[in-house]
Structure formats: structure tokens, C-alpha cells
């Protein structure tokens, strides 16, 4: 049977390389056995992950047991094929931690520092601060208190434009019962919110404020030592696969150079399976090239590795980062949190971030309260990708959801997803104030507010199909021009030819599509609870802003699109969607109205020609006639509970 939801842009199936695995040896790993030989075997097996990591070569199973092995894995060897290939794998019902943090005791109460500024009156006297010296013998070369975040390339930091606080905070976390504690950049503000901690100046002591104010010797407190978790120490080791492991802590640094709590380190064909990430201080995993300065190998692959059924959370500039990374496949993951060290305007911010990818398939995804950063991002030169089936959930302070730059050649398809909430990231005090009815009749619209679901940046040929977009705080879909970045052999980017059919666009907060120019197309969408001049194209000047009807009438477009007035409900515990009926009436005058014709019951909707690339729903379930109804779902009517949570266990 053809997996549906695995066709490509250019109707080719992605290419899946795995095949089953015929062990030639297997190493058992448990650091909580009692035996006194260490040999590999079930009955002697070795005490630490790094222990089996200098013996495993091609065909070797590392089975490894419950418990927290406190160590940096680093394989000595990678795997031939794709079936001679070494896997690293937590034994059945066992938990496996690998934390590249250390559990500390023995606090002091902090002296010796003023708590409060100059002026300060306030009675502090409940205030309990602490301190702890770190042991150098911890770190073995990587001191990530004494390493800012701060990028090591740092052409691209637009330092106006950014607080640049986060970026020049240390590495290094304290984590509290498993929850980290917030960096302040001065002791004194220690005083002002607790559950933070400040480093001295050169990386050899913390002092920390716990919530409460309460004893660090009633808590677990654990100091992060080491950069990652599981990372080879040469690139390009190959054919590697890790499974069913928690790691946690990684004091990595900020992209690029990109470093992961796991990492690829420039091999091609990992598989990364049921893995969990938790609180990597910068990057989740990395599976790319790590840097744009390494000088390519020649005839080297980049990339083909998969990323399945995975828990990436909590990591503070990016979840997944892939440079140039080809034949990705990066499905049934959940990925969530990311970006609260607010440093987006790095420009590697994002649950995904991929450069140059070409023939990827990213699918049945969750990305779930997304901070400050894209949930995905596929910068420059993308091509035959396709972004299908994911569910996209409140992206905070987002200014897109998916973000495609620069990309120039062939299609790139996105269909069957679902967005949700995506606020937008801007300073609302700069929204220009109109008093009276002096905006009424401006020729252009200020730029200021955001907060697209797909923002395409020099992007031509970028398809947009069956997806259903809700709550953007600016749109559906954005996208400009970018006439003058080009270096060597590129061009600038047009921003035309984009196709968006059959898409629902519900509560878009200013326009359902914002065209950057009339060379672009779409049709067969619904707007649903839209009203005004949700419709946009913004060149040539002055830009437009259309209903349906006159967007039908003097562009050409959405000959067969519809408008809707009906609600959608969501409950994003049970991850659930409902069809409901409208709880406001429709707005504006009353001819106009009448005019847009809008449709109160989803079984009266129209049904429309379906794209030839997508061929399934957001169940993977084939679209057999060649009239379906827009949106994600063959069906769509009140009272069904539509489950949407697309992993597949």
C-alpha cells in the first residue's frame, strides 16, 4: 500500500533507507550492577555508556539499562550500511538518563555581596540567598559557567535591534528538582524575583535564590559540566542509531556553530528514535554540517538521517538544527518549548531549523508553545519538500509559524496542517495611533504587526494546500520580495508563483493572504468568519485590501472559494477540535452581508477541485474523489469530535 503522506512535491515517495538490523554482537551496559567483572555481557556488563562506545563497531547492540549515567557518550566507531549499523538502545521498561549535569551538596549562605542597590529601602531581611564552589575537577576542559551563550559566529546579530542580556548570560544552569533556575546578570537583582542565581565573574562560583526562599538541602540540585550528551568526538561517523534514551542538561552554546545534547557531528544516516531531550541550554539535536565554515569534503553527504517519536523540549534557541541536511525525515515527534532564551534575532531560532534542505519530509509533528522562534524554519535554497499532517499549537510571541527564505527553485508543498494561535511578535505601543478617520484613507498599511502561519521571504513556487489556519494575529499567509541578497551564483527571490488551494483560513486578525504581487494564485479555500479586507495584494503600490467578491472580480482569484460563518473550538489538553455554531453574528452592513454570501452549516459547503499533490487528508486517508471539501479533513461538521494529535505510536 503507498504511504500517501509520503510523496514529494515532484510525485516521487521519499526515499526510506532503514532496514532491519542483524546483530554481530551485543553489549550490555548497567551501572547499578553489583559485579565485580566488567565484560559486556548481560551477567558482567559494563558500568558506564563510554565503556561499550570504545568496543562498538559496525553490527554492535548496545543494550543499556535503567539509570542516570552522568557522562558525555562519545562512539569511537560508526556503523558500514544500513544494515551494519550501531545502535545505542535502552533495554525494554528500563529509563535511561544520560545528563550532562551533576548533583552538588554542601551550600553556605551567601556574604559578602550587596543585595539591595543604592536607594533601596525595601526590608529584605527574609531573603535567603546561597552559594556553592564549583569543583573544577567536574568540568575536564569545558567550564560552561565561564562561556557565554553568545554565538561564536556573530555576523548575522543585529545588536540594535535585541536585548542582548540572554546572549551574554553563561551556559552554565542550576536545576532545582529538575526545573532550572532563571540567570539574572547582577547579584543585587537576586532580591527582586527568586528562583534565579548569578555567576561570579570568572566561573567558579554560583549564588542562587530558590523559590520560596526555601533550603537547597531539601532539594535535588543539579549544576550542568558538560557541553552534551551524545556526541563523537571525530565527525562523520555514520550509520549510528539511538533509542528510547532521556537526555537531559546539555550546556550547549548558541548556534551556529550548531551542537546538540545530541549530536550527528557532520555523519550522515543517524536514526534518533523515542529519544527525549530536556533542557538543553541552546540546541536539541544537530544533523547538518554544524558550520558554514567548514570547507565541504568532497563528495560529502549531508544529512539522511530520521528523527522519530522523539520529545524535544525545553531547549532554548533550537529543538532540531540541520545544515544543509538532505533527505531528512523527521516525523511523530513532539516538540515543545522552545526558545525561551529569546534569542531570536540570532536568526537560528526555531523547533526546526533547517538550511538548504532538499528532499525532506517532515510529518506528523506537534510543536506546542513555541517562544519567540519559528516553529519551523527552512532557510535558503529549499527544494521537493514537503511539511504535511503536523499540528502547529500556540506560537507565543511568534512572528511566524513556518518560515521559508530565500528559496528559488523547484516546489515546496505544505498541506494538511493545522495552526493554531500564532500571536505575533512586535511592540504594540508602535502600532500607529489613527485618531478619527485619519487611517481611513492611507494608501499603505504600516508593517508593524505580525504573525503569519507561512511567511515565504524571497520564496517562488511555495504550494499551500488543505490546511486549516486559525488565530494568526496578522494572517494565513505573508510574503515579500528579496531583490538584493544574492552571492556567487544565486539570484534574488520573487515571492511569485505561490499556489494556496483549498485552505481554511478562520479568524485571520488582518488578512487570510497577503499576495506580494498579482502573480501568484489561489482558489477553492474557505474564509471562515472573516470579514472587511482580508484579501491583500501589495504591489504594484498602492496595496489593496478586497473581500472575496472583488478579490473574485478584479484579480481573478479564489474563483471557487467560499466564506463561512461558524466557529471552531479546540481543547488543547485532549487535543481535540470540534465544529461549533457562530457565538457572534456576522458583522458589517447588511448588504454587505448579504453580498459575501456566507455559509452557517459546514454540510452546505461547496466542494472543490483537490490539489493533485495532495492526494490524503490529515488522517492519511486517500482523497478518492476529485471534489473534496477545504481544509485537513474529508469531513467536516458540527457535533464531530476530530482528534488531532497525527503521531503515530
Known sequence: MKDLSAVLPDGNSFHFWEKPQNYTQTIYVDQNSESEIQDGSPLHPYKTISQAAELAVPGTHVVIRSGNYRETVSPKYGGSSPDAMITYEAEKNSEVIISASEEVTGFSRSTDWRLKGYGDERDISSIRVYEYDLDPDMFRGYNPFNAINLLHDRLFIEYDKTDMTTYLNRRGCIFVDGRPLEQVALYNQMSQKDGTYWVEANGQKVHFRLPGDEDPADHKIE??????????????????????????????????????????????????????????????????????????GENQMIGYSVIRGCVIRDCGVCGIAGLFAEEMLIEDNLIEGTGWQKMELSWEAGGIKLHNSVNGLTRRNIFKNTFRADHIWYDCGNENNRITGNLFLNGIEQREAIFIECTREGINLIDNNIFWNIEGRFDPAKIPVEPGSSGWYKTREHDVVNGYAVYG?????????????????????????????????????????????????????????????????????????????????????????????????????????????????????????????????????????????????????????????????????????????????????????????????
Open 223 to 296: 549544576v550542568t559540566v558538560r557541553e552534551q550528551c551524545f556526541a563523537p568526538k571525530t565527525p562523520f561517523l555514520n550509520y549510528i542509531k539511538v533509542k528510547g534514551i532521556t537526555m537531559r542538561h546539555a550546556a550547549t552554546g548558541a548556534p551556529v556553530p550548531q551542537r546538540g545534547a545530541i549530536s550527528a557531528y557532520r555523519g550522515h544516516h543517524w536514526v534518533i528514535e523515542n529519544c527525549t531531550v530536556d533542557w538543553s541550554n541552546c540546541v536539541g539535536i544537530d544533523v547538518g554540517n554544524e558550520c558554514w565554515h567548514h570547507e565541504p
Open 457 to 649: 521571504e524571497g520564496t517562488d513556487r511555495l504550494h499551500i494546500s488543505h490546511n486549516l489556519i486559525a488565530h494568526a494575529r496578522y494572517g494565513g499567509y505573508y510574503a515579500k520580495p528579496v531583490g538584493f541578497r544574492v552571492s556567487r551564483m544565486d539570484r534574488g527571490g520573487t515571492s511569485r508563483k505561490a499556489l494556496l488551494t483549498n485552505n481554511i483560513f478562520y479568524d485571520c486578525g488582518e488578512s487570510a493572504i497577503t499576495f506580494p504581487t498579482e502573480d501568484n494564485r489561489s482558489d477553492g479555500n474557505l474564509f471562515l468568519g472573516l470579514s472587511g479586507g482580508f484579501l491583500r495584494v501589495m504591489y504594484p503600490e498602492p496595496e489593496v485590501c478586497l473581500d472575496l467578491k472583488t478579490w473574485q472580480e478584479f484579480y481573478g482569484f479564489d474563483k471557487n472559494s467560499q466564506n463561512g460563518w461558524f466557529d471552531l473550538e479546540l481543547d488543547e489538553e485532549k487535543l481535540e477540535l470540534k465544529v461549533v455554531t457562530a457565538k457572534k453574528p456576522v458583522q458589517g452592513l447588511r448588504r454587505s452581508a448579504a453580498r459575501a454570501n456566507y455559509i452557517h452549516d459546514p454540510r452546505d459547503l461547496k466542494k472543490v477541485v483537490k490539489d493533485e499533490n495532495c492526494v490524503s487528508d490529515f488522517y492519511e486517508e486517500e482523497k478518492t474523489a476529485v471534489e473534496v471539501l477545504p481544509g485537513p479533513f474529508n469531513e467536516l461538521e458540527y457535533g464531530r469530535t476530530y482528534r488531532i494529535d497525527p503521531r503515530k505510536r
